[in-house]
């Protein structure tokens, strides 16, 4: 009679293993609902297919004062309610802690030099959604790097509602990408033509890769989880060929 460790992995109900994610970091300075709400409201409104299910962690090392479980119970519900999806908690106080768990939140630990999330920001009310804190694992950004193999071309016009992805490779779109549309790429997106929609590039991680486009006019960029919405970006690039690509943990938009 075979043992269960014998057993073949498809005779088992399930495996447990580790992995690396994209997380959105929500970073906390205080528990004001009402304000929160607001915040959200206006970068939903931007990207709304972007913030769509996202799954976020809440920081809570900016908070000051105490919070209880009924705090994060009722955040909970706002970020639901604005289609994000809360999954876990990090950093703060003991107490803190322990109020995101009794709401049903888990705690996230920080493994020595840095998280095993990839990590792009959230940060209502007040913080501006630069950088992410734990920049993407170096190897991971090389193995996706390494990974790219053929560069797709889009000759038409990207149309509001239209998602377009360059899975391993580059993506390089010859006329307008239009607001509502998305194009994602594992590594460098080129765009001929105005930029109206939303570009992400290095979409699994490659910290790496560029947007280089002809018109910024962009409701959304993003390198490896890096992003700016449209209200973020300096207005003397707007309308200008630029440049995009990290420094670092920051997202640097140039004009050519």
Not at 163 to 178: K, T
């Amino acid at each position: 009679m075979s043992s269960p460790a014998s057993q073949s992995s498809a005779a088992l109900p399930f495996d447990l293993k580790g992995s690396v994610f994209t997380l959105s970091v929500m970073h906390l300075h205080r528990l004001n609902l009402e304000d929160i709400g607001l915040r959200l409201d206006e970068k939903v409104s931007q990207a709304p297919q972007f913030f769509a299910n996202m799954p976020v962690v809440l920081d809570l090392g900016g908070l000051s004062g105490p919070a209880t479980s009924t705090d994060f119970a009722g955040l909970i519900a706002l970020l639901r309610e604005k289609g994000l999806v809360p999954v876990a908690a990090r950093r703060g106080t003991e107490s803190a802690q322990a109020a995101a768990i009794e709401a049903g939140l888990a705690i996230l630990s920080e493994a020595p030099g840095g998280s095993r999330a990839h990590q792009r920001e959230v940060s209502p009310p007040s913080e501006s959604p630069t950088k992410a804190p734990d920049p993407t694992p170096a190897r991971a950004a090389a193995d996706s790097a390494g990974a790219r193999h053929a560069t797709r071309v889009v000759a038409q016009p990207v149309r509001s509602g239209q998602q377009i992805y360059a899975a391993g490779g580059d993506l390089i779109a010859l006329r307008m990408v239009s607001a509502g549309a998305e194009i994602l790429a594992d590594g460098n997106i080129h765009i001929l033509g105005p930029l109206r929609g939303r570009a992400l590039a290095g979409a699994q991680g490659d910290e790496t890769a560029h947007i280089i486009c002809q018109s910024l006019e962009a409701e959304l960029v993003s390198i490896a989880g890096r992003y700016r919405l449209f209200d973020e970006i300096d207005k003397s690039v707007l309308g200008q060929a630029v440049h995009i690509y990290l420094d670092g943990d920051r997202l640097v938009i140039d004009r050519i």
